[in-house]
């Protein structure tokens, strides 16, 4: 541990310690920390280890004031971390009936009840958070991945469409819906829809176009141009609107989150299946 830099967090080093078997000097880290900032989330919720969901625990967190909702949105991720979903659940509702419109807590309390498969209260909450911000794909593919997992297969591939069509450069909805095509018995569909990731983007396409043109044209400026949106094709991701989608609020959201100040979406990150929840996958 004395290799790590000076300015490395305590959690980080506490957690290291414990991973290398070194509990007391985690113990002693923590407290240390924890008496430090007492506001720090993450050293304050190792310091107390099991305790942080013990019911006396959670009735402190919760009382009028004691937290503000983006605390107790950070507890509810490490609650989710450690598996005790039912106490990050009832974190998540102390937050939102201190701020009812607070958009992290409103997403993360959607994505845990998924993830513990309460499907119907979760599609509730998408419903809700979809009418309030329609444009939100972070909202949108959640909504839709939700409907896959329980089984309403027609309604996620109509999820998935309207998806596809606001962003047909976008491969995430096609691949996504491919799968529950197969989930749903659906091979043809499924692999139509593979089939239309194999097709050259649009940026592709025009490369190859602007270099035709600019061979026969003699244009080495255009040539240049060419190979550069030839490279940019290339390397540039089609996952741009959904690579934050589990580590942070999506930038159309109003209450956006960077992704390294926001740990219940690192929390879920791991959390939500990418799988079918009864273990079939594409």
Known sequence: MSRLPSGVEPALRARLLMAAGRKEEARALLTQARSATPRDIETSFLALGEQAAAPAQLDALAAPGART???????????????????SLRCLRAALAADAMYFPARMALAETLAADRQYVAALAELDKLAAAF????????????????????????????????ADPTDPVPVR??????????????ALAAYARLLEPSADTRLAEELAKTAQDS?????????????????????????????????AD????????????????????????PEGRGA
């Not at 972070?138 to 596809?164: F, G, H, I, N, P």
């Not at 996504?176 to 569909?189: D, I, P, Q």
């Not at 979406?265 to 079918?276: K, S, Y």
């Open 218 to 250: 003699g244009d080495a400026k255009l040539s240049v141009k060419a190979q550069e949106l030839a490279q940019a094709a290339e390397t540039g991701s089609g996952y741009r609107r959904y690579e934050g989608l589990s580590l942070g609020v999506q």
């Open 69 to 87: 909702p983006a605390e107790l949105t950070a507890w509810a991720a490490l609650l989710v971390e450690s598996g005790q979903r039912a106490a």
């Open 176 to 189: 996504e819906a491919a799968r529950v095509h197969f989930w749903a018995k659906e091979r043809a569909e």
């Open 134 to 165: 329609p444009d939100s794909s972070k909202v949108l593919l959640t909504r839709a991945r939700v409907l896959s997992w329980d089984k309403r297969y027609a309604e996620a591939q109509t999820a998935y469409a309207q998806l596809a069509t």
């Open 253 to 276: 959201s109003p209450n956006r989150v960077a992704p390294e100040t926001d740990p219940v979406e690192r929390a879920v990150a791991g959390l939500l299946p990418t799988t079918h």
